[in-house]
């Protein structure tokens, strides 16, 4: 059974800064992309940032462009979300996915995920 567990989430400033593990279990994960997707209330999920399966490609928002990174250790199963100089548009729950299917490109839309984890909560404050 597959299954993503996100942690690392909290209360942080502005500016400051939080990394989100998300750690991957009951398959190999090392040949599928995985994601990141917070969702603010009221809101749908939204795409931050995505990354091959081999780590060599990624793919970000245009919103946390040059702030955010991930990353992925397949040894480990583990992919990371670094958030630097957060802002409070950034509050949200965050959701690591993964898409177990194959697929060419790295995918950005939520519907080419097919496992979820429950989220981390990321608050902002001004």
């Known amino acids: 059974q597959v299954r993503l567990v996100e942690s690392g989430g909290g209360f942080v400033q502005a500016g400051g800064s939080l990394r989100l593990p998300c750690a991957a279990s009951?398959?190999?994960?090392?040949?599928?992309?995985m994601a990141w997707f917070p969702q603010a209330p009221g809101s749908e999920r939204d795409f931050v940032s995505a990354?091959?399966?081999?780590?060599?490609?990624?793919l970000y928002a245009a919103s946390v462009k040059d702030r955010f990174a991930i990353s992925r250790d397949n040894a480990k199963n583990m992919v990371y979300l670094q958030m630097n100089s957060l802002k409070p548009e950034d509050t949200a729950v965050y959701y690591c996915a993964v898409r177990t299917r194959s697929m060419v490109i790295i995918p950005t839309s939520p519907t080419s995920y097919d496992y979820w984890g429950r989220g981390t909560q990321v608050t902002v404050s001004s």
């Open positions: 990354i091959s399966w081999s780590g060599g490609n990624a």
């Open positions: 009951g398959r190999t994960f090392s040949s599928y992309s």
